[in-house]
């Protein structure tokens, strides 16, 4: 399998066993690639457990990360996978089959699919019951990826991650792969969440014998619980297994039945992070045009949204949202959202969840007269759900208890109030898919906002003849079928993902998400370093960012300028109470959102990279560039965020762009209204020289848009 800068090889020795021959640079001539098992003269080192196997499962001399296990009929517990064929479509798609030893009508078929632009693989297998009797899979996880050994024993391998809380998503964490030790990252909660991403990254430590610019790095398409595992040995074999969390998770194949895994996708480059960091969000972006049938043209652009919920929290009234949406347009606004508290008895976090129908004290006459307001504005219409989630205190509720994740006898854990609907059920995904098209349709609405907000428990299937367990697998299917069902249905919706901030951003809810909502958290500064992990794998126009008063208080003011170019790093939005804002912050945010629609170009089609991390301890510096595909034009964002020695800023460096082109260069910094800098320089010398920013000295809270643009002058 060849991609752009890559070759992957599979062969199968002459036993049968299908091994990995090379995944790395771009080969010219695979003669030289022969398809054996290491050999080892000693017991306790089985070859077959150091042998790069695509699909190690359970059974023989396997005492590795295993990716499948099986019961099958007749007892046994152990498989011994051999080649049977391969069946390639075209130069992107292919297919490698496998059958048990003796029992051949128990079959695995390996999906491999290129994104040979970006240098990706996306892996995923179907196992097939040809067998008379029932087979129960206990573990499947999705792949088993093998970067090579290191050169040198003593060599160090960086293994980067993502760790988070709610409010504090996506930071990244740095760890050496040392032998022995499983590195394992997880969650059992049922959704993506927040506490670790399914990502990862390998490189290489820079050393005298090694420019570590080799990353070996991918990420699950996966919407329910998952885990990655990467572990490797004294000699250096590294492998990388991942899927389904294999804690309770259960599924059952009768006679003829098959079940195909998630995909998880790994990609190598040898541009070092920042050409893992262009390759993944442009592959999420690729698969994302897939599913849409509009917003595939990168030519529309993600919309500046308002968000009324900082002003109003639950008190959504029919005039309060026309008083707001009047304040937003002039602003330049393009999707004004409602978010939670329109619907049912919905007054605090209570009571109401479940019951999808406008509250008639609120909108006496529905939403339509606001959404034909909005329209009349000239903005979009947006409207929050939480389809999944309902209070015990609603009707849904009361007219449906068994719709609900519970055990008998077991106490029934409430949090936020509320509790999970079973997205395993047909009935439940059409109640779901009913209220909340018809809500769609009725009021035409551009827009939602797809939040769930707690994790899940009970997970089991009530009066289903199969095996229980299945539910995790249902539930997460359920959630992605009514996500492609409202998607086909309105080919012009935009949904955005929510599960409390981002605890729901994976390439799965991307392929039919345009967007997700990063974080709760709007704190600039806390932004920066959630922006900086989220940018490894987010396209840039699927990160939203709203320009909030959080994180001012009687000691602190983040000036509005800082938190517009904080935001303008992805998607941009609004979640300030307007009805606060002085004349001056109005005049000012519009024309700040007036230069993001014309940068926007550059931020949402282009390449996401940090010239400077934000998490640089002492300098309290970040700087991002975003640089459009051609390299004729480039959006940089330059933050500082204190300056406790008031020293200044080393100029800022720009990567990415051409040696012998000159650009303009323009620089904002406090006032949108005046060009702060303006000059012509050359790719190379910008690129060396770099760009001074003096404004960014000593305040605190100090920012900069830099805008290059290649210049005919
Ligand atoms: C490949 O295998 C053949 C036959 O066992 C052997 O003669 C040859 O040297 C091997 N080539 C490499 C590059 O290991
Ligand atoms: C099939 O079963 C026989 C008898 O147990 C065993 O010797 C043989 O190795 C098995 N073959 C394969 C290909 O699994
Ligand atoms: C919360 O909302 C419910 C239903 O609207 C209402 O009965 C209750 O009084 C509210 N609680 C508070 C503390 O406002």
Known sequence: MVTKKSTYVVGATADGYVINLHWGKRLTQLDDLNATVPLSDQSQNPPISYAMEELPAFGGLRYRDNVLKVDLPDGTRELNLLYSGAKSKDDTLLDIELSDG???????????????????IRRSYTVENGLKGRVNLDLALSAAWHPPTALDVDEKRELLTLAGEWNNEAQVQSTELKPGIAHTIQTPKGFTDHVSYPYFAIRQ?????????????GTLAWGGSWEITAHTNTYGY?????????????WTLEPGESFTTPVFIAGFTDEGLPGARRR?????????????QTQKNDSLYHPVLYNSWEAVTFDVTFDKQVALAEKAAPLGVELFVIDDGWFGDRNNDSAGLGDWYPNKEKFPNGLKPLADHVHDLGMQFGVWFEPESVNPNSNLYREHPDWVLYYDGVPRYEARNQLLLNLGLPEVQDYIYDHVSSIIEENDIDYIKWDMNRPYQGVTMHHYDRNPREAWVLIARGYQNLLAKLKKR???????????????????????????????????DARLKIQYGASLFLPPRAMYGWVTESGDDNNVHIPLSFRFHTSFMGGLGIGANLNKYSDDDM?????WIALYKKLRPVIQNGDLDWLVPPSKVGEMIAVSQTTSKDQQEAVILAFRISS???????????????DDVVYRVQIWLQDPHKVAEE??????????????????????????VVYLKESYD
């Open 238 to 250: 590294t492998r990388i297994t991942g899927g389904m969390h294999h804690l309770d998770f259960g």
């Open 644 to 658: 406790p020695f008031s020293a200044p800023m080393n100029p800022v460096r720009p990567r990415f762009l051409k």
């Open 280 to 292: 993944l969000p442009r592959h999420a972006r690729k698969y994302q045009q897939l599913s849409l």
């Open 587 to 591: 005049k000012e945010s519009t024309a």
């Open 205 to 217: 430590v820079p050393s005298e014998v090694n420019p570590g610019t080799e990353v070996y790095f």
């Open 679 to 704: 000059y012509d320089m050359s790719g190379a010398l910008l690129m060396h020289k770099g760009i001074s920013l003096d404004g960014l000295n000593r305040a605190m809270f100090t920012s900069a």
């Open 490 to 524: 309105f080919p012009n919706l935009w949904i955005e993902s929510c599960a409390s901030g981002g605890g729901r951003m994976d390439l799965s809810v991307l392929e039919h998400a345009d967007q997700v909502w990063t974080s709760d958290n709007t704190r600039p």
């Open 102 to 120: 003796n029992r051949t009508d128990f079959k695995v078929t390996l999906h491999y699919e290129l994104d040979t632009e970006n240098d990706m």
